[in-house]
């Protein structure tokens, strides 16, 4: 399977505890990003990285948030002390560049209860 | 920022009917996506446009990219049981700013 691929698929966490999700993009793709869907709403963008240089973050995007992409290939996306707030769908996508459509993976559900 | 406003929020039809959702924006974009989400799953991409009057087709879908880059369409025509799920239109600036603004989806349930 050459898609992007996410993981874990379903993180349930307790308030306050940190958590972290990986995605691998495509191998080809020099972009990738991150987006937060929740329920009944489209996905909403909150970074994104050209290779290993992080280009745009969004507001959403609050301190508790950091995403890396160490190599400019995979990434991780870490939430600390976590919050009920936080429970929604994580979405990675990659693209091969410049006005190249977004691959979406399957994206990390996380629950804080 | 952006808005996208899409509609309908989500339809109910027979399946073999066509079905025509849209896409509308404040401002202007210089790509026009459409995608379907599944349950659980996440967003496939369907068709992507490029130049405002585009029209291109994927099988049974056909997308337009408006002409005043502010709307786009997406038809699908004769519905089948798998074409149920929900339908987002998402728009790209390009340039240095490339993340995706996405509708709120349209929501397609088939009737058998």
């Known amino acids: 399977d050459t898609g992007v691929s996410q993981n874990p698929r379903h993180k349930i966490t307790k308030r306050g505890q940190n958590v972290t999700f990986r995605c691998d993009p495509i191998?080809?793709?020099?972009?990738l990003y991150w987006y937060r869907q929740t329920l009944g709403q489209g996905p909403e963008f909150l970074t994104y990285?050209?290779?290993?240089?992080?280009?745009?973050k969004s507001r959403l995007l609050s301190d508790r948030f950091s995403a890396e992409r160490p190599k400019g290939s995979f990434s991780t996306l870490e939430i600390q002390r976590t919050e009920q707030g936080d429970s929604a769908m994580y979405l990675c996508?990659?693209?091969?560049?410049?006005?190249?459509?977004?691959?979406f993976g399957n994206g990390t559900r996380l629950t804080v209860t | 920022g952006q808005q996208l406003n899409q509609s309908p929020q989500s339809m109910f039809i027979q399946e073999g009917e066509d079905v025509s959702m849209n896409c509308t924006s404040s401002s202007i974009f210089n790509t026009w996506l459409w995608y379907k989400q599944d349950p659980g799953e996440g967003p496939v991409l369907l068709i992507a446009?490029?130049?405002?009057?585009e029209l291109t087709s994927n099988g049974r879908l056909t997308a337009q990219f408006g002409i005043t880059r502010k709307d786009s369409f997406l038809n699908i025509s004769a519905s089948i049981p798998s074409d149920v799920g929900i339908y987002f239109c998402a728009g790209q600036l390009g340039g240095g700013a490339d993340g995706l603004t996405f509708g709120k989806g349209t929501h397609l349930i088939i009737q058998p």
């Open positions: 446009l490029y130049k405002a009057g």
């Open positions: 191998s080809e793709h020099n972009r």
């Open positions: 990285f050209q290779n290993e240089a992080q280009l745009e």
């Open positions: 996508a990659s693209s091969a560049g410049n006005n190249s459509p977004l691959h």
